[in-house]
């Protein structure tokens, strides 16, 4: 069962027969999205490896596109009945039209975004094993009120082919590595949970930036600190976000109403702003699929876009959407080079990559110096949007109260409230601390890998839901 | 294509002495048909399959799986699982069932359902989404029109003697409509699944959400207070997935339940009877057995607010010394873990209307949002962003929004003063609209 190259699998000629197959009646063009994924997992529970697993996932998708309507079938079998049979299947979502053309198929190239020296799968199970063991003993290391540890390792190496019937050939690897942890604590009957889990699309470079005692040590000092949180403050106040955590609400709150589907949908806050002021002018941001080894980075995105840095804020002016193919031929611009698909199971669709606001020029402990009270929100837990209404709610894991210039108690049941373009231009001062955060998005049933980022910054006035005066 | 009953076998074969092997394989045929402005969107064809293999050896545990495997792949699959069990902790709970009798449901498959043809699929998402943008003349757009089924299999065995395999059809549709007025634009949504397509009321989805939408325009904060609150079943379904957490006796063994210590005991209203029924044919999640071959089987957790007991699997009841609830779920990429089949609040006696006019002067909440972030399954705190309606003269009234409601869930549940008979299931999950006696709602 061990990984093979796929060109070495599908030939040129079978693959253009499929192309052809799925452009029987035209279309704009046909796609073979071909994917073959071996990964790791384990989880460590209350010191114990409770589940180790392998697993080998292999398949195809075959779409065909008309302006922004599709055809998509997949198969888990990779030999050329299947394959012609998912191109019959997903050129039925056309009306019937003349056949299409399938041009020349040449490779392309990528910069090796995601190159690492040190892949997971060439170490043996019996260290990731060790490296759950180092994690789990630094947080319970930290304090004897750590009670509960679960720490979950996974790796994962995909291998992809993208064909297209306008000529594209592209093949790349995707090395995935992330160690998480949970951990709890207790104290007289109280009971916090912290979390941290960095990631990264490399190898075991991963644990140069944040050990395994690092990460276990992390998760535990955010449940042993909310021991002592009182309830949060509710009331419009102002916010201060650690780096990283301005990313998180950046994405989820601004990132998402500017994929081009719900732009194209009229289902975006942002439709028709592009060129205007839809944040405050210290707020630069951008996403980036070129940042090297990053969580959400590639060469190429799902439908073979090389990948690119789209400047989406430049000084709060709204520069761009992000786009696939099917939206960016739409509106007759080009992709941004996010279409990205969580599988072979599914088509691709506009995803962001790593999301970031840029760093500023003010420092961190100034900005707090400078806040009178308020919060300092040092992890989100997660958070939802309504892409339509910019509507947003998030919860704070790990939060602190800022009196007079000083953070103090730690705060729990805190939620951030609010509007996307409300809240990004109430955003008052951004420092130059930049760092990531790194998670997985859902959007239509489908998981990616995302990276987000930011520096500290402050919020001059937002929402805080809580139970506290 | 191998059978999947022969694949499990063959995984059963290459089992050595001494150790336990067992195989799950599912597969299944979709589709999936989208509309949007009068034309198909999107048109999805899957046909996917895989097996996932339990060895256990000296106690210990190893899992591997692949996609799509032919019988070498299968002999192959076993050797690394038995390979990664060498690594696992030595646990005596880890035990494969025993077969036990089931008896099949052969309702579940519809003949009639699996035969219907792609062009009527289309048919009926394009139907869903005109219907839904002449309704009102706020609405005219629509996020998403879809409509989907599936027809699947799963096949289990086990050294222990396990053999079954069952077949079923799904089907389910969606509606995201977007209400427009001004620059306001507030997004209505509704869903229904079906054993089969001829069985899926897509017209009750798009009119529904239509009115979900619609009469959230111009919805405004509301001043905080403590109030009477009903919860329709949209937002009483988001608590239930809380609840359901702390169900598994998973995490009560693990000491992650809010219930651990609660067994016997008063925990919610009189009202408040909650059941997993995987042998009731009235909801989705009914199967003749669960995901380790154990027959499925009626499990009250809550009666009149009394905690009754907990979800288990073989190795959760193994350690607690009881029986497995069949409530043994996962798909093929992971061994089983503890889950729900059909988990629903028993319905009551008030209809609707009766529970409004018991909440006068309150809110009608529709839609809870970031309850997994925002609830802490633990300590059952929970504080939650909200929509919904103001309640006045027994109707709905103001649209409100930008609140949130805190609280912690044994509150929540001791504080329902009325459960509706309206009780509807989405996906598995199923709950009928609920009231809550007097909550803390900050619009701040």
């Known amino acids: 069962m061990p990984a093979v190259s796929i060109a070495i699998m599908l030939p040129r000629e079978l693959v253009e027969e499929v192309l052809q197959a799925a452009r029987r009646r035209g279309g704009s063009f046909s796609e073979l999205f071909v994917e073959e994924r071996t990964s790791t997992s384990i989880r460590l529970d209350d010191g114990k490896v409770e589940e180790l697993t392998s697993g080998l996932d292999r398949g195809a998708g075959v779409r065909v596109a008309l302006g922004t309507s599709y055809g998509y079938a997949y198969s888990n079998r990779l030999d050329r009945d299947s394959l012609l049979q998912a191109a019959e299947a997903a050129s039925a979502a056309l009306q019937e039209g003349e056949p299409g053309a399938v041009v020349d198929l040449t490779v392309r190239e990528g910069r090796g975004v995601n190159r690492t020296d040190r892949p997971a799968d060439r170490f043996p199970a019996a260290d990731k094993v060790a490296w759950l063991r180092e994690l789990d003993d630094a947080a319970r290391g930290l304090s004897p009120e750590v009670v509960q540890v679960v720490g979950m390792y996974g790796d994962s190496l995909q291998k992809r082919l993208i064909a297209t019937s306008d000529g594209r050939w592209i093949e790349e690897d995707r090395p995935r590595i992330r160690l998480v942890t949970q951990v709890v604590a207790a104290r007289d009957g109280t009971i916090q949970t912290g979390f941290f889990g960095p990631a990264a699309c490399a190898g075991v470079e991963l644990f140069d930036r944040f050990s395994a005692k690092a990460i276990g040590e992390k998760a535990a000092q955010r449940a042993v600190t909310m021991l002592d949180s009182v309830p949060a403050p509710a009331g419009e106040m102002a916010v201060v976000l650690a780096p990283g955590m301005g990313g998180v609400l950046f994405h989820e709150a601004v990132g998402h109403p500017l994929e081009a589907d719900a732009v194209d949908k009229e289902a975006s806050v942002y439709r028709g702003l592009v060129g205007t002021k839809c944040a405050s002018e210290v707020v630069d941001g951008v996403d980036d699929a070129t940042i090297p080894n990053g969580w959400g980075s590639y060469d190429f995105d799902d439908e073979g876009e090389p990948s690119q840095r789209t400047v989406l804020f430049e000084n709060g002016v709204l520069q761009s959407f992000l786009y696939d193919r099917l939206r960016a031929d739409k509106d007759g611009v080009g992709s941004t080079g996010n279409g990205r698909r969580e599988s072979y199971a599914a088509p691709p669709i506009p995803r962001m990559t790593n999301t970031n606001i840029l760093d500023g020029p003010e420092r961190a402990d100034a900005i707090i110096e400078g806040t009178d009270g308020g919060v300092f929100v040092t992890s989100l837990g997660g958070g939802q949007v309504n892409p339509a209404s910019g509507d947003f709610v998030f919860g704070c894991s790990e939060a602190f109260k800022i009196e007079g210039g000083k953070v103090t108690t730690p705060v729990r049941g805190a939620n951030l409230i609010g509007r996307a373009i409300q809240v990004m231009s109430a955003v008052d001062a951004v420092a130059d601390d930049f760092d990531t955060w790194e998670g997985v998005c859902g959007k239509d049933g ?15 006035r937002i929402t805080v839901g809580g139970t506290g005066a | 294509m191998p059978d999947l009953g022969d694949l499990c076998r063959v995984a059963v074969e290459a089992g050595e002495a001494g150790e336990a092997v067992e195989a799950y394989a599912e597969e299944s045929r979709r589709t999936e048909a989208k509309a949007l402005r009068g034309e198909v969107e999107g048109l999805e064809f899957s046909e996917s399959r895989g097996v996932g293999v339990r060895v256990i050896r000296e106690a210990r545990l190893g899992y591997a799986w692949a996609a799509d495997p032919d019988a070498d792949d299968i002999r192959e699959i076993v050797r690394r699982a038995r390979e990664n069990s060498a690594l696992a902790a030595s646990d005596e709970h880890n035990v494969l069932p025993e077969p036990a009798p089931w008896r099949p449901i052969p309702e579940l498959f519809r003949e009639a359902s699996a035969a219907v043809a792609t062009e009527e699929k289309t048919r009926l998402a394009l139907g869903l989404e005109a219907r839904a943008i002449s309704r009102d003349p706020r609405v005219t757009k629509i996020d998403e029109a879809q409509v989907s089924d599936a027809v699947s299999r799963v096949a289990i065995a086990s050294t222990n003697g396990v053999e079954a395999e069952y077949q079923r059809t799904d089907a389910w549709c969606l509606a995201v409509t977007l209400a427009v007025e001004g620059d306001e634009t507030q997004t209505g949504f509704s869903y229904r699944i079906a054993r ?63 219930f651990a210590e609660l067994v016997g005991e008063r ?60 409530n043994g779920k996962r798909g093929y990429r992971s061994p089983p873990s503890v889950g729900t089949s059909n988990f629903y609040l028993d319905a009551g006696a008030t209809s609707r209307d009766e529970l409004l006019q018991r909440a006068e002067g309150g809110v009608l909440i529709q839609d809870v949002s970031g309850v997994h972030s925002g609830a802490n399954p633990i300590s059952g705190e929970f504080s939650v962003g909200a929509t919904g309606l103001r309640i006045s003269g027994g109707a709905l009234g103001e649209p409100l929004r930008e609140m949130t409601i805190a609280s912690t869930l044994p509150e929540m549940l001791k504080a329902i003063t009325g459960v509706g008979d309206d009780l509807r299931f989405f996906s598995s999950v199923g709950t009928p609209s609920v009231l809550i006696g007097e909550m803390t709602l900050a619009g701040v």
């Open chain 2, 196 to 258: 089969g397509l001829d069985e899926l009321d897509w017209e009750a989805v798009a009119d529904e959400a239509v009115e979900r939408g619609a009469r959230m325009l111009g919805a405004a904060k509301p001043e905080t207070a403590r109030v009477p609150v009903v919860l329709d079943q949209f937002a009483a379904m988001s608590f239930l997935g809380v609840l359901a957490g702390g169900l598994s006796a998973d995490a009560v063994q693990k000491g992650r339940s809010l």
């Open chain 1, 446 to 460: 489908q998981q990616a890998p995302v990276g987000s980022g930011s520096p500290t910054l402050r919020i001059s």
């Open chain 2, 267 to 326: 925990v919610g209203s009189e009202l408040f009877t909650l059941v997993d029924d995987g042998t009731n044919v009235e909801g989705p999640g009914a199967a003749p057995f669960d995901d380790e071959g154990v027959p499925s089987g009626r499990t009250e957790l809550f009666t009149k607010g009394a905690l009754n007991g907990f979800l288990h699997n073989a190795y959760t009841a193994h350690k607690g010394g009881t029986v497995s609830t069949g």
